[in-house]
């Protein structure tokens, strides 16, 4: 695509900062509001944009990729995940995917390390006791959870964000493990001192710790199912940030009322912004509202991804991150 200007319709308030310097490189419609677009509104969007500018609370399906207008030619995803993004009809139709890879990466790595230390060491539990006013003083015998030093840490999808996750969990002295669709370079698994495990299966059934780090796709929808869930130690601890629908989660639910794992640290959900109340007041469960990677600095480096890949395309070129299906 040539263009001056590239007509973009942005479905979700972004920072201001990349709002406005989107204002200065293209034409812009803006959703001024902090919530999703209707499906009647994004449709109207698809059908008057060059480029549209979705975020994982939009469903780019492909009900909506028909109503899009001839105009549209590209879809610059303001975050990495694309599982919201029907890719392979949008290629079809001749629209080109983009995402933003490598720099929420750090940060969600930081969120799964907190959510790693989270349940073991039974912080919720000593957060509500202190906002409560509920702490009578130290006790040798009060809140004592588990260590992780030492333990073993089963990385499901090796990919940047399961990496950076790997180098910080060797800081704490936890051995890292993990299962990959594809092995590292044998370089690249040294420097992270990590062992593979060609079966997933087999990984699980001797993990102290599991953190799930694969994109979701129609191969690892409930990749940890309940047959997989039960192979893992009845101690066991599961930490998602990556997406819920990897996980069974009524059968993690299951699991952890009756007491069969360790707990779990849970970052995203199967049905979001719905939680399962089932989830909510289990002892053994911390839940976040999907915030792995909700830094300033990411979500304006996210920002100026996006421009580039639009700018780029503007250009006449592939966008730098542009998404295969
Ligand atoms: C993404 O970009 O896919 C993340 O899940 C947003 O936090």
């Not at 919201?84 to 290629?91: F, G, K, L, Q």
């Not at 309940?226 to 009845?234: E, G, T, Y």
Request: aromatic residues 4%.
């Amino acid at each position: 695509m040539k263009r001056e200007r590239p007509h973009v319709v942005v479905t979700r308030k972004l920072p201001e900062a990349v709002e406005a310097r989107m204002r200065e490189l293209f034409e812009v419609r803006l959703n001024t509001a902090d919530r999703p677009m209707s499906h009647a509104d994004l449709a109207q969007a698809a059908r008057e944009a060059d480029v549209l500018v979705p975020t994982l609370t939009d469903r780019i399906d492909q009900t909506l990729l028909a109503a899009a207008g001839p105009r549209l030619r590209l879809i610059a995803n303001y975050g990495a995940g694309v599982d919201h993004i029907d890719v392979a009809t949008a290629r079809t139709r001749g629209i080109l995917v983009s995402n933003t890879p490598g720099v929420l990466t750090e940060d969600t790595a930081d969120m799964t390390m907190a959510l790693i230390l989270a349940v073991p060491r039974r912080m919720a539990e000593g957060l509500a006791l202190m906002q409560e006013g509920r702490w009578e003083g130290w006790s040798p015998t009060a809140i004592t959870g588990h260590r992780i030093w030492g333990k073993r840490l089963g990385i499901v999808g090796m990919g940047r964000i399961g990496q950076a996750v790997a180098r910080r969990a060797r800081a704490f002295g936890l051995q890292v493990h993990y299962h990959n669709r594809r092995r590292l370079h044998a370089e690249t698994e040294a420097g992270l001192d990590a062992t593979y495990w060609e079966s997933l299966d087999q990984m699980l059934a001797r993990m102290d710790i599991v953190s799930v780090h694969c994109p979701h796709t129609p191969a690892t929808y409930h990749l940890l199912s309940a047959r997989r869930l039960q192979l893992m130690k009845p101690s066991a601890y599961i930490v998602n940030t990556a997406r819920g629908e990897i996980i069974d989660e009524n059968a993690l639910i299951r699991m952890l009322k009756r007491g069969q794992l360790g707990g779990a640290a849970l970052d995203v959900f199967e049905k979001e912004p719905a939680v399962n109340p089932d989830l909510v007041g289990l002892p053994n469960v911390v839940l976040l509202p999907h915030m792995g990677s909700a830094t300033e600095e990411g979500r304006l480096e996210m920002g100026e991804k996006v421009i580039l890949n639009i700018k780029t395309f503007a250009d006449g070129h592939r966008p730098p991150d542009q998404v295969l299906p």
